[in-house]
């Protein structure tokens, strides 16, 4: 049996309206060895050895065949396939292409193309058959309310500006904290942040190597 709580979503994310959905409880996380172990039980005599070595060839094929514009499908599983955005960290094509550096290039609204996800989409099956063993209890009787940040927007601009001006640069865990907001609240702020010119700060680098720094005027 699995448990879950009644999650409210953020305003900004359910256009002023309240909505409410199931969230579960997640305890832990498997490793790669743990999957192995478990898997042998249903495998029977296979080794561990084989089954790891199954799993790094469906690595490989993924790592090979996605990047050239394949889905990849497996029964009672489901199908991957990529997600692409611009990467920021590189100058425009443009740029390239008139032979400028990166440090030379110009801002541009178009840049590289990378991966920057995977989607999944289960297949039916799957799902059905979990839903058949799956039990879910109802940990609280409270919806759990978004957590409603205690600093207004000029107080967290100001905040992003001095780590800014003291270290040259602010990550997304510097804002966070310094916000007293989650990640995904944090990220989502900095997101209007950037948006708005007037706000004096830009990204620099992608994904895990993304920062913040004052934009130049």
Same mark, same amino acid.
């Given at each position: 049996?699995?448990?879950?709580? #009644? ?21 832990? *996380? ?19 050895? #084989? ?6 060839? #469906? ?8 990047? #050239? ?14 997600? *692409? ?16 550096? !990166? ?24 799902? !059905? ?27 967290? *601009? ?32 900095? !997101? ?17 190597? !993304? ?7």
């Amino acid at each position: 049996m699995a448990n879950f709580v #009644l999650q409210e979503l953020p305003e900004e994310m359910s256009e002023g309206k309240k909505v409410v959905f199931p969230k579960m409880q997640t305890y832990s *996380l498997h490793d790669y060895d743990t999957v192995i172990k478990n898997m042998r039980t249903y495998a029977g005599s296979i080794s561990d050895g #084989l089954i790891r070595a199954v799993l790094d060839a #469906l690595v490989s094929t993924m790592q090979s065949w996605m990047p #050239l514009g394949h889905s990849i499908k497996i029964d009672g599983l489901g199908v991957f396939s990529l997600s *692409l955005g611009f990467d920021t960290s590189t100058p425009s094509e443009k740029a390239i292409s008139q032979g400028l550096q !990166k440090d030379e290039a110009p801002k541009a609204k178009y840049r590289h193309v990378c991966i920057n996800g995977i989607n999944f989409k289960p297949d039916p099956k799957l799902l !059905k058959e979990m839903n058949k063993q799956a039990t879910f209890d109802r940990v609280s009787t409270e919806i759990v309310a978004p957590k409603i940040c205690k600093y207004s927007q000029e107080e967290r *601009l100001e905040k992003a500006k001095a780590i800014i001006g003291k270290y040259g640069y602010m990550t997304l865990t510097d804002y966070a904290l310094a916000t007293d907001q989650s990640r995904s609240a944090a990220s989502n702020d900095l !997101k209007r942040l950037v948006a708005d010119t007037d706000s004096g700060i830009t990204t620099r680098g992608s994904h895990s190597h !993304k920062v913040w720094i004052a934009a130049k005027g």
